[in-house]
């Protein structure tokens, strides 16, 4: 009974502390954002619906990536990469896709960043035997977006686990993923190859430990990776993680602090001050954790998951603009939209679609020095330029 009592008071310190706590964080100013709609135009070849996925600001203007889903599918293919390019966000126009390989024929592209004013993208398609994505990376050739060919074990094979989102920097690409030995990278600095970084020490589980890679970002002066994990018979009780790296091939692990229950950040990247900012989820929300030269700091939450879910909640998208850090979230029901000038403070903004959430659906904030947001409700692909409203 004295440890019960113990608990429940220690329990409603910490209430009243996260009370204390949320008083003395200001109100943000209201955020209001007229959002005007621009149509992508279809792209050459077999006729379908055009999908959205990604997009990224880099070189001359905004790039936006996805697929065709083909209207007259035959047994062997139902989608086409896609891609589109504007250079002030009001007028599109398709990219040219050639393809050398059979996944990247069909290839749906989930991710694409900017490196130097280059971009590199990544998609996939599920299919084989059993049924896995395969993984297939992007780049552009002259005018045309080309796959880049690679061999099975590249981002399958017998120790493969996932691959996930690509992120740029100063020095190249960095897409992440997992191995079966723990967290794994492909980097390179020229997009026609990239090195596979898997069971290096940094980044490898000790046997103890089971840890998922969820993103990565270019933090001004290192490569960081996200994610979380946990200890053996604690695999309920997930903790933060990250690992760092000056040449995204030696990493190291860093801690995060932790709050009670499941946690697991999912997409980072820099604050206008130069401080870095990690989302993710801490139990039935989300949460936001800022790193600066004394470390991380503990987080702090926003948003809610849906008590009743269509599919995973997760971020899907984190970027910095000049409205400061936007983040699109999946609350298991739909996608929001939230704003954070601090990483302390968040509001939720107006968006003209939530699409509810699904497999095949997304809404993406994008980097830039203006606004943009991407939007797939499984109806086509939308394309908003945005607008702060007095």
Known sequence: MRRRSLVALAALAALAAGLLGACDEPEPDPLTVSWTERPLPTPDGAPGRSVVRDAVQCGDGWWVVGAVFLDEPTETRDTRPAAWFSTDRESWTSVAVETSTYWGRRAIL?????????????????????????????????????????????????????????????????????????????????????????????LTDDGDLDSLAQGAGWSGEEWVVVGAGARSGRHLDQDPLAWTSE??????????????GAQDVHRVAVLDDGRLLAVGRSGDRFAAWTRDGDGWHDPVTFGAIAESWRGAPYVASLASTPVGALATVSTGDHYELWQTDDGRTWQQVGVPLEPPTAGDHSLMAVAGDELLLVADAGDGGHVWVGQVSP
């Not at 040449?247 to 009670?260: F, H, Q, V, Y």
């Open 110 to 202: 989930n991710s694409i960043a900017c490196s130097r004013g280059r971009i590199a993208a990544v998609g996939a398609r599920s299919g084989g035997a059993h049924g896995n994505p395969r993984v297939t990376s992007f780049r552009l050739d002259g005018e045309t977006l080309a796959d880049v060919p690679a061999t099975f074990i590249q981002y399958g094979g017998v120790t493969a686990t996932n691959v996930g989102p690509i992120a740029g920097g100063p020095t190249g690409w960095l897409i992440t993923g997992n191995r079966t030995s723990g967290p794994g990278v492909w980097f390179t600095d020229d997009p026609r190859e990239f090195t596979r970084v898997e069971a290096e020490p940094g």
């Open 247 to 260: 040449d995204g091939l030696g990493w190291s692990p860093e801690d995060m602090p932790a709050a009670d």
